[in-house]
Structures are given as C-alpha cells and as structure tokens.
C-alpha cells in the first residue's frame, strides 16, 4: 500500500526543505500580486494627470475601473506575506478546531494570541484527512487559515513587524475593498465582472493557441 503523505499546505509544519518551499510559493505569489496592481504601475502618470486639466484612461481606469481590483490584490499579496512571515517566525496559520486535547491553544487562538506551531504539534496527532492525505487532529476538514485582519493585529504584528502606519493604511484598505464588495452601486464594483470576463477570453485563447503550437512541434 502506497505510503500517505501529509497534505501539502500543511508542509508549513515541517522542517526544513518543505517550510522553505511552501515560504518561497507564499513570498512569491506576494510579490507577483504586488507587482500586478494597476495603480502603482502607472503611479507616476496618474499623479500627473491628478492635476491636469484633460485625464485619460489611466487617471480613470486607477479611479474607478480597477480600485476595487486593486484592492482585493493589494490585501491578497499582505495575506500571503504575513501567513509567510507568521510560518518563517514558527507560528501556526490555520484556525483550530477545539478537541478535548487542544481546547487550551483553541481558546488562546480565539482570543487573538498567536499560537506556536511546536505548541501545536506537542498536542496533536497525524490522522488521515478527507483525501487521501494525512492532516494534523485539531484542524477543520478544510483547513482554513487565520483571516487577514487577524493578521493585522497588534498580537500578530508583533511576530511579522510591518510599519505602524503601513499596517493602518492596510485596515483602511480592507475594510473599503469589503464595503466595495458589498455595495454594488459603486462603480468600481460593477467593472470587475467586465474585468474578469475580458481577461478570461484573453487568458483561454492566448493559452489554447500556444498550446496548440507546442503540442505540434514536440510531435
């Protein structure tokens, strides 16, 4: 019988050359999401155009069009590299599920305090999860992780160490990308779906067609 292994998201507990690799995946998705936000890759001409008397689609598209997108890739690329950080510093990043052997670290980690992972695993056990993966006893089915404003906490803060005033304007974000969730007469909220729907057919058919010559010159 072929040997389980622990699931792979959960390689943030092990030592070693499976932490650093599920790190490097984190920071790397971070950096790419970052890297991808429309308004801080024109920044300079939108500035310009803040104060001029003709604005083109740059000052609009970062105004309206992509703000809420810009949003939501902005919290998005912070909750990859406070998880990152919070696994690189030893701490859990999965919400726990209270069991007769945890109810301490579950109680702890409800009111806020970040819970070490050698805390974690000196109680838990490996048990076979819903896959055909192993998963740790103390961890929802699921396994989801903490939320991103749990990670903007002063608790958390403390272990990933991001600017005061940078951690305040990172609230501020969130907290608009939600209500831009949810109130959908902003404008802003109605372009993501033309967004989502444009770039689909752009991602499909640039896909399909190189794959088509690929599969043509290795045959």
């Known amino acids: 019988?072929?040997?389980?292994?622990?699931l792979f998201e959960l390689d943030a507990y092990n030592l070693g050359e499976k932490r650093t690799r599920l790190m490097v995946e984190l920071f790397g998705n971070a950096y790419r999401t970052i890297k991808s936000v429309y308004l801080f890759k024109y920044f300079d001409e939108y500035a310009?155009?803040?104060?001029?008397?003709?604005?083109?689609?740059?000052y609009w598209n970062a105004s309206y069009y992509e703000k809420l997108i810009d949003y939501i890739k902005i919290c998005v690329a912070y909750e990859n590299y406070n998880k990152a950080m919070l696994i690189r510093n030893g701490y859990l990043v999965h919400q726990l599920k209270k069991t007769s052997q945890n109810s301490t670290l579950y109680n702890l980690q409800k009111s806020g305090v970040p819970i070490k992972i050698n805390d974690f695993l000196a109680i838990t056990n490996v048990i076979n999860g819903p896959s055909e993966h192993l998963i740790f006893e103390g961890l929802p089915n699921h396994l989801p992780t903490i939320n991103f404003s749990t990670t903007l906490s002063k608790a958390y803060q403390s272990i990933i160490g991001l600017d005061e005033i940078f951690i305040y304007q990172l609230k501020e974000i969130n907290e608009k990308r939600n209500r831009l969730h949810f109130y959908t007469e902003y404008r802003g909220a109605f372009s993501v779906r033309d967004h989502v729907n444009k770039w689909a057919g752009i991602k499909d058919y640039s896909v399909s067609t190189i794959e088509k010559e690929w599969i043509n010159i290795k045959d």
Request: no cysteine; hydrophobic share 30%; proline share 0%.
């Open 48 to 58: 310009k155009q803040l104060s001029a008397n003709e604005r083109t689609e740059i």
């Open 1 to 6: 019988m072929e040997k389980k292994e622990l």
